[in-house]
């Protein structure tokens, strides 16, 4: 039975250290920061493109060429723009 | 043909040609490599609970860390009501990463450089993810295109944004991944093209950045198996605690 306890006892200490290493090391947050760099460059490519191909469906539905696409190319940078300051306002705010 | 950079991201045939209903549905090797790692996550996560210690052996102490990421990492993000989706996620995250790490053996195949994979499985968690909104909070979820505080002249135009920045989840969730893994190991296979063609003189330029890119390119296999994970978790997040 002393031999659980001590092992115990053991287990707390090493919890104790593994929480002030985890605080010391930010090598989480470098890697979740890298992960959202890679996740603000696509998703302004990404709205772009939704929006171009929103643009030539419709111009195709309602015979429309080329107004439509046009306009939903501007309105899927905005939506790009707006994004990616959204997601940069939450990054902030976590910080 | 093996120096060029794009062959190894050929599919081809293993086996017999198997066609039913005129759709091709022979066993390729993209088969053969999904169906290795999710053959490796069996194995590893049966491995790792056949024996439960205190103190957890090899294999044990790898499926609980991988356990314990994705559990932190879903309550971080889509707080306890997200917890019934957790096998999902975790085998989301296990198959992207195996697919990947997988890749990263010489002569192996990356299933996940295919974006007809990747454009797959963004496309079920998009068709996921909306079903679960409207389950929840019925016609309710609509308002998620309807953000509050915004002056009624300018709300069409903040609806039709909102709308294309919903509709393009999937495709940047799956480009993200596909343009990754593509472009990492067509890079390698230039570098060690490189590597051939300037001989033992002027070869160890290149096969030093080969090094230096295999190592960049496990980071990223195993990063874009997180951001995945993680993007899913926040599009959950957005399913399940609708604040607009």
């Known amino acids: 039975m002393s031999n659980l306890n001590d092992f115990k006892t053991r287990l707390?200490?090493?919890?104790?250290?593994?929480?002030?290493?985890?605080?010391?090391?930010?090598?989480?947050?470098?890697?979740?920061?890298?992960?959202?760099?890679?996740?603000?460059?696509?998703d302004l490519v990404a709205h772009v493109a939704v929006g171009t191909i929103i643009g030539f469906i419709l111009d195709s539905w309602f015979d429309t060429k080329p107004w439509l696409i046009i306009i939903f190319f501007f309105l899927g940078s905005i939506a790009g723009i707006l994004n990616v300051i959204k997601t940069a306002k939450k990054m902030q705010e976590k910080e | 043909m093996a120096t060029n950079p794009m062959h190894q991201f050929q599919v081809y045939r293993i086996g017999p040609e198997i066609n039913i209903a005129d759709i091709d549905l022979s066993f390729t090797n993209a088969s053969l490599f999904m169906l290795l790692s999710a053959v490796a996550i069996c194995g590893l996560l049966f491995l790792g609970t056949k024996e439960k210690k205190i103190i957890p052996g090899k294999f044990q102490l790898i499926s609980e860390i991988f356990y314990n990421f994705i559990a932190k990492m879903i309550s971080d993000t889509a707080g306890s009501k997200a917890k019934p989706y957790f096998p999902f996620i975790f085998s989301l995250f296990m198959f992207v990463l195996f697919c990947n790490m997988l890749g990263m053996l010489p002569y192996a195949f990356t299933v996940t450089s295919h974006i007809i994979i990747t454009l797959l499985l963004a496309i079920f968690i998009f068709v996921a993810v909306t079903v679960i909104g409207f389950l929840k909070h019925g016609f309710g979820y609509l308002k998620l295109f309807v953000p509050s505080g915004v002056p009624a002249v300018l709300l069409p135009l903040i609806t039709v944004i909102e709308i294309i920045s919903y509709l393009s989840r999937p495709v940047s969730l799956s480009v993200r991944l596909f343009a990754n893994m593509m472009a990492g190991h067509t890079m390698l296979k230039v570098f060690?093209?490189?590597?051939?063609?300037?001989?033992?003189?002027?070869?160890?330029?290149?096969?030093?950045?080969?090094?230096?890119?295999t190592g960049l390119e496990i980071l990223v296999a195993f990063l874009q198996a997180y951001v995945f994970a993680i993007l899913t978790c926040i599009y959950l997040n957005d399913a399940l605690n609708l604040h607009h």
């Open chain 1, 12 to 42: 707390k200490i090493a919890k104790k250290k593994l929480e002030n290493s985890s605080k010391d090391t930010d090598s989480s947050r470098n890697s979740s920061s890298m992960g959202s760099a890679f996740k603000l460059s696509t």
């Open chain 2, 192 to 213: 060690g093209g490189f590597v051939i063609s300037l001989g033992v003189l002027g070869g160890w330029l290149p096969l030093s950045f080969s090094v230096a890119l």
